[in-house]
């Protein structure tokens, strides 16, 4: 959810009706406390609202996110939220499946 702006810009044009990309989510009945949603590089204050109160957590992929550069996402605005925050290792759009690799990507 929400990796890049032209993502962010296609779910926009295709439910013109949802106030946001996580509302999407959250109408179609997916945003549960069951919920693991990638990247969250671009949420809005008002997305990450939503996602904690659905108790929705985020798997932050750094490597991907810096191989495709879409962007960092801000992982301290997200627990300030009271978001569950894990990480993750996006192989189809990053270059490592290791986890201790995606550690590294998180401290830079």
Known sequence: MSENVGEIAMVRELFPDSA???SVYDEAGLLTPKTILAHAV???E???KLVERRKAKVSHCPASNTALTSGCARVRELWDAGITVGLGTDVSGGYSASVLE???Q???
Request: glycine share 0%; hydrophobic share 55%.
């Open 42 to 44: 671009h949420l809005s």
């Open 102 to 104: 995606a550690a590294r």
């Open 20 to 22: 946001d990309y996580a």
């Open 106 to 108: 998180a401290i830079m």
């Open 46 to 48: 008002a997305e990450r």
